[in-house]
């Protein structure tokens, strides 16, 4: 992977939608998932959803299942994030990250990480 690049984010008021994307450079063959995190202030990093790269399995937080929707297009080293139906809960900056093992959502087995990308919805 090596970088990873968020794009996406912005302003939104509540019951609206974002699309965040992920691009990534270079090719590390070890990823084992891509995974889209947040961080509100004040609080600790979370994941929100991630994929596996070849299975394809999907993961989800408990707090966007079914308002979020995870995909990768793999001819561009592209991850995305659908949001749909948001609310101020989900206010944080978003960062994309990549792994080498199956703790897809823990930020403490990435091994590569986006700059981020602030997502503000208000009420």
Not at 49 to 60: E, H, L, P, Q, T
Request: proline share 2%.
């Amino acid at each position: 992977q090596g970088q990873l690049v968020e794009s996406g984010g912005g302003s939104v008021q509540a019951g609206g939608s974002l699309l965040l994307s992920c691009a990534a450079s270079g090719n590390d063959d070890s990823i084992y998932c891509m995974t889209w995190f947040r961080q509100a202030p004040g609080k600790e990093r979370e994941g929100v959803a991630a994929i596996s790269r070849g299975v394809g399995a999907i993961f989800y937080a408990g707090s966007v299942k079914g308002r979020f929707t995870i995909s990768q297009y793999d001819a561009q080293n592209t991850v995305y994030l659908q949001m749909n139906t948001l609310n101020p809960e989900d206010t944080a900056m978003y960062y994309c990250a990549a792994g080498r093992t199956t703790g897809c959502m823990h930020a403490s087995d990435q091994t590569y990480w986006g700059q981020g990308t602030q997502v503000t919805v208000s009420s």
